[in-house]
């Protein structure tokens, strides 16, 4: 076969779903060699670049971009002079070799070329963040920058997402073909171990909490949340994983952030998972915590009403919505049988769509003709 080579072009190494993602293309893609394109490596070598997009940063976001390193590098992102930047150094990356097709994650970066065919995956719009309730319009990139994020949709061959309203932004606000757009879910990027599950686990009423953003997940109304239920059920017990709050409330264990290939034992104690999430792109952690079994208890934003269906694996609130979300824990933590019920639902819809070997299967299945193409075109 002619161009046995994918280009995977990612930002970072060492999230999780980047590691997911190159492994998935090598399953699904055994003849090919996966050349992996880290876009923060190519341009380490390269502070001329950093410095005049520091400029830019400010020309284009203001002091306020120097309100913290997070801030800044949220920005820096989101210039047009990186974004022009790397598309450059991207495409002559991409030039020396003779690829198949190149892949890229997120869409932070244009890494299409010319007469290439050229696939992205992504779990987030610039403007789906204007879905969520009380977001802040001073937090989105400037025009100048979307109108280039709609570049990186028309140029690609296929976009894949991982949430239903993602593709629905992607085609209505990005005015991109529907038939490019394709919802291929995501799967989990921690090892599940799904030997040593008891259904006494449910009696425990163990709610476990998993996240590093406490503030943007729900974390202070969970609390406010939990309060209530101690009322009710005060042997009730409440459990954080992945951040360090400060949390002044009885029965409440804070673990703090912990090595992804240790977060199975918190899943496996627990009775109900809950992550009252104001702002959530997809949240693999609640695919994490169905594949444990758990019933879940999430706001109804972004991603979550695909795999959270009310009343049937879990409940859905609204954000913010302290008395609900009480309520619905609740219900829960006095119903063993119910969590047991919930968690089984959760288990058959995870296993059905929210795994990497289901992913990688759909997206194969949409990339092969192209391949079919390519090798057809060059034998002429």
Known sequence: MTNQKIALVRMWPNPPIARSVAQLLMNHFPDYQVDIFDVDRLLENRPDISLVNAFFVLKQYGMNSLTGPKQYRARSLKTTFFFHKAKEIISEQLCKNHYAFSFQLQSLVDASTHGLPHFVYTDNTMLANLDYPGFDRRQLATEEWIRLEKTIYQNATLIFTRSQNISRSIIEIYQCEPQ?????????????????????????????????????????????????????????????????????????????????????????????????????????????????????????????????????????????????????????????????????????????????????????????????????????
């Not at 695909?306 to 009480?326: C, K, R, S, T, W």
């Not at 006095?334 to 919930?342: H, I, L, M, V």
């Not at 769509?353 to 299967?361: E, S």
Request: aromatic residues 10%; contains cysteine.
């Open 180 to 380: 490019k757009v394709i919802c291929v879910y995501a799967g989990s990027n921690a090892q599940i171990f799904e030997s040593g599950l008891d259904d006494r686990r449910y009696e425990r009423k163990n709610i476990l909490f998993v996240g590093k953003d406490w503030e943007r997940k729900g974390g202070p109304e969970l609390v406010e949340a939990f309060k209530i239920v101690l009322t009710t059920y005060p042997d009730a017990h409440l459990t954080i994983v992945g951040c360090s709050p400060q949390v002044n409330v009885p029965n409440c264990q804070v673990v703090g952030p912990i090595p992804l290939e240790q977060i199975h034992q918190y899943y496996i104690n627990a009775s109900v998972f809950c992550l009252p999430t104001r702002l959530e792109p997809f949240g693999v952690v609640f695919v994490e915590a169905q594949s444990y079994k758990l019933p879940v208890v999430a706001t109804s934003i972004g991603a979550i009403p695909d795999f959270l269906i009310n009343q049937h694996n879990g409940y859905l609130v609204m954000p913010n919505d302290i008395e609900a979300l009480a309520k619905a824990l609740c219900d829960l933590v006095g119903d063993p049988e119910k969590c047991r019920a919930f968690g089984e639902n959760g288990y058959r819809l995870t296993k059905e769509r929210y795994n990497w070997d289901k992913v990688g299967a759909r997206m194969r299945q949409h990339i092969q003709p192209y391949l079919i193409r390519n090798v057809e075109r060059i034998n002429q």
